[in-house]
């Protein structure tokens, strides 16, 4: 067997040298071929094409937080290998959503081990970008630019902006074409859920499930901000969902328009502004290694 360690040297300000010296020596005791592919933040795409095609590995590690998952999901959809995730990342949303053990060698063994695949539903917005976790337009797009901004990290720094955001509020149009039907809406956020939570653990759609081949459209049209504040910042997560109301549009694709241009976030990662969306999904697009204790399964 080959392995293919994807690692991103920076995410989560983690270092993963111990992880990657574990890895090497965990290879060499079941003799099994690895290589280690360090990202740098640029033209990663490019040379990840060239060792994929020079070693062609059987398996895939992805070393990092979501967006090195995503990174990697996205290169190895196009080939068909397996891939699997070493949650050494800020918040491992995605992650911790797949069942994904959280302690980085025993989400190795699961990955060395596992005979378990499974297909896991990438969504592709405008043709060009891609989520499999979640994305979004309206307060949480904001909070993201302006968290990215700040050297602190954590959930108490992300509440802040989202406290913040809150307060200067007023809900825009969004005009959605999904299974047939046009729905107008006002909405202070408009969510493009593949799976359930933020990477933060903030729960916006309880119904997803990323290996179903739909998903789902959110828009919030109200947040309950003062029972928020007053349920304090320690269980903000958790209080979100239910201070949260609007509608929820199950679906397989989609075409969205608003009255400007909008800032989208996917997966973590602000985009760009965009007045209008397509989205498609592409069922079972990534061979993930996962176990038989992932709830998705089931
Ligand atoms: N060597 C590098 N130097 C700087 N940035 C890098 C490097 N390698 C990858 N990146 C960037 O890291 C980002 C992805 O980080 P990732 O999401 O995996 O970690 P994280 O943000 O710490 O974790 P999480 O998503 O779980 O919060 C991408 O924007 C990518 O361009």
Do not use: W
């Not at 992880?19 to 005791?29: D, M, N, P």
């Not at 998952?69 to 190895?76: D, E, G, K, M």
């Not at 081990?113 to 917005?125: C, Y």
């Not at 309950?224 to 509608?247: A, C, E, T, V």
């Amino acid at each position: 067997m080959k392995i293919l360690f994807i690692v991103n040297p920076i995410s989560g300000g983690i270092n993963k040298e111990p992880f990657i010296k574990e890895a090497k020596s965990k290879c060499k005791k079941y003799g099994i071929h690895y290589q280690i592919f360090k990202t740098t933040g640029t033209d990663d795409e490019k040379h990840l094409e060239e060792v994929l095609s020079r070693f062609r590995p059987d398996k895939v590690a992805s070393v990092g937080g979501d967006g090195t998952t995503l990174f990697t999901a996205i290169a190895v959809m196009k080939k068909d290998i397996p891939m699997g995730i070493i949650p050494l990342g800020s918040a491992n949303g995605m992650a911790a959503e797949l069942s994904v053990n959280p302690e980085p060698s025993k989400a190795l063994e699961d990955l060395i081990m596992s005979e378990v695949f499974a297909g896991l539903d990438m969504l592709v917005v405008n043709e060009k970008y891609y989520s499999i976790h979640i994305g979004d337009v309206g307060i949480n797009a904001n909070i993201v630019d302006a968290y990215d901004k700040d050297k602190n990290r954590g959930m108490t720094t992300y509440a802040k902006y989202f406290i913040e955001e809150l307060k200067k509020l007023t809900p825009f149009k969004i005009n959605i074409k999904a299974n047939g039907k046009t729905y107008l809406e006002n909405g202070l956020m408009l969510g493009i859920c593949n799976s359930r939570k933020y990477g933060t653990g903030v729960p916006l759609n309880l119904d997803g499930n990323p290996m179903d081949g739909i998903f789902e459209i959110i828009v919030v049209e109200n947040i309950n901000l003062n029972s928020l504040i007053k349920m304090g910042l320690s269980k903000f997560d958790k209080s979100f969902h239910d201070n949260q109301n609007g509608i929820l549009i199950s679906t397989d694709e989609a075409e969205i328009l608003f009255d400007q241009p909008r800032l989208l976030q996917l997966d973590g990662e602000v985009i760009g502004e965009f007045e209008k969306l397509k989205i498609n999904m592409i069922k079972g697009a990534v061979k993930l290694i996962t176990h038989q204790e992932n709830a998705y399964l089931t």
